[in-house]
């Protein structure tokens, strides 16, 4: 069995959606839970209570930050040990094996991650967030019945943004792809493409963008196996917009796509139109992704059409083909160069 997946960090919720009560949710087709402990710091473990495997996210969190099993109200702390079983008299001792499977949990740009075995990269880079410079927007999650990876190439995947999305990221009347390169090194792709989207036309069913028009050069960084920063930046206007946009994969099927919009123009505009832009887009997407079969992208190159275009795509399944064979071998930090030059 692979470990490579269980290795990586994945984000599972915003941090504001984590209160005072658990949160269930799924991550590579594992049940996990939330809390926050008593100093207010996420935590997570496998959502299963050691006693009967009722769901602690259906419990409670009490003032002390300990979460409370709904079924015969055994507490634990914020390490998942056992604390108090209140059908033993007090000086029964509570049996060591009495404990939650704790999972890596970190709190970063206003998102919470989880691993759920050993960490072997860094939580993706998103240097933007603490530049004052920009102004975030988060846009509303996107939760869709397909494979993270499908949902992931689907960012990635040139060929279809003037099709698909005719008027918005392009134009039918102008498919071709224009010239790029793809570098692969270690957990990573980095590509860039220099070109004219009609993302700020008046035609657009969204308020235009005053910073974003004309030439643009988007840099792009995929950080494997679910996470893209995109950095858009417009000539004209000499302004730059960020999408950094990481995948929860919540089964086989089935992921949510957590987006951030970050730009360093228009800062006192109403963020709306750029979530509603997004949103456009999300929704031509989304029955296109969810209707891909098979369900899992084939990382094996003979099983679907590859042609030039579809470099970054080539890319990604070679890197994580790659990656999840390397893991399976070692548990070692792997580190890979090379470049796709196909076309
Ligand atoms: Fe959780 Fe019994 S099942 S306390
Ligand atoms: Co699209």
New binding site residues.
């Given amino acids: 069995m692979p470990s490579y997946l269980q290795e990586q960090w994945y984000v599972c919720s915003w941090s504001h959606s984590l209160t005072d009560q658990p949160i269930g949710t799924n991550l590579l087709n594992e049940r996990v839970v939330l809390w926050r402990d008593g100093t207010g710091r996420a935590r997570a473990a496998v959502d299963q209570?050691?006693?009967?495997?009722?769901q602690?996210s259906l419990?409670s969190v009490d003032e002390s930050g300990c979460i409370t099993?709904?079924?015969?109200?055994?507490r634990f702390d914020s390490s998942g040990r056992c604390i108090e079983?209140p059908q033993n008299s007090p000086e029964t001792a509570i049996p060591r094996k009495a404990a939650l499977t704790s999972i890596a949990c970190e709190e970063r740009y206003g998102m919470i991650w989880l691993c759920l075995g050993e960490p072997h990269f860094s939580i993706p880079s998103f240097p933007e967030w603490t530049n004052p410079r920009f102004h975030h927007v988060s846009c509303s999650p996107y939760t869709w019945e397909c494979s993270a990876e499908r949902m992931l190439e689907n960012f990635t995947d040139f060929g279809h943004l003037g099709y698909l999305h005719d008027g918005l990221l392009g134009r039918r009347d102008d498919l071709i792809v224009p010239e790029h390169q793809v570098t692969s090194e270690a957990n990573q792709l980095r590509y860039q493409m220099t070109m004219v989207v009609p993302n700020a036309g008046e035609s657009l069913p969204v308020a235009n963008f005053r910073g974003e028009s004309g030439l643009q050069t988007n840099t792009y960084v995929v950080d494997l196996p679910y996470t893209i920063h995109l950095q858009s930046y417009y000539h004209d206007t000499q302004s730059s917009r960020v999408l950094f946009f990481s995948i929860q994969p919540h089964s086989d099927g089935r992921a949510t796509g957590y987006c951030y919009q970050s730009r360093d123009f228009d800062l006192e505009a109403d963020d709306s139109p750029f979530v509603e832009f997004q949103e456009l887009l999300a929704a031509q997407d989304q029955p296109i992704v969810e209707s891909q079969r098979p369900v899992a992208a084939p990382l094996d190159l003979t099983s679907e059409l590859h042609l030039g275009f579809d470099r970054v795509a080539i890319a990604y399944r070679r890197a994580m083909k790659r990656l999840m064979e390397t893991a399976s071998s070692t548990p070692t930090r792997v580190n890979h160069k090379e470049e796709v030059t196909c076309m």
């Fill in positions: 209570c050691p006693h009967r495997g009722t602690l419990g099993c709904p079924y015969h109200g055994w079983v």
